[in-house]
């Protein structure tokens, strides 16, 4: 708990923030972070550029399947005893 507010008030200070950036470790962790970041980014984009061809295949296998499987059914739809109007209205 004191731990946390000695930490709170030095890293709320501007020029100890300042100092701390300049420091060696801590400029090589921001760019191991940096790159980390960035691998993270490429291989995401990567990822989702090999996965497209087969999202492109999945939704026209799905949309060939709907179309098949709609062939069947009564369209549009029948309204009761073919007096039209609006579905449940009062004849």
């Known amino acids: 708990m004191v ?3 000695v930490l709170l008030a030095l890293l709320s200070s501007p020029r100890v923030v300042e100092r ?3 420091s060696r470790p801590i400029r090589a962790a921001a ?3 940096a790159a980390a970041i960035t691998r993270g980014q490429l291989g995401a984009r990567r ?3 090999d996965l497209t061809p ?3 295949r999945l939704r026209d296998a799905v949309l060939a399947e709907l179309k098949g499987s709609a062939r ?3 369209w549009p739809p029948r309204r009761g ?3 039209g109007g609006r579905p449940g209205a009062a004849p």
């Open 47 to 49: 990822a989702a550029r």
């Open 81 to 83: 005893s073919g007096q």
């Open 72 to 74: 069947g059914w009564p």
């Open 54 to 56: 087969c999202l492109l």
């Open 3 to 5: 731990l946390r507010r």
């Open 20 to 22: 701390l950036s300049e």
């Open 31 to 33: 760019r191991l972070t």
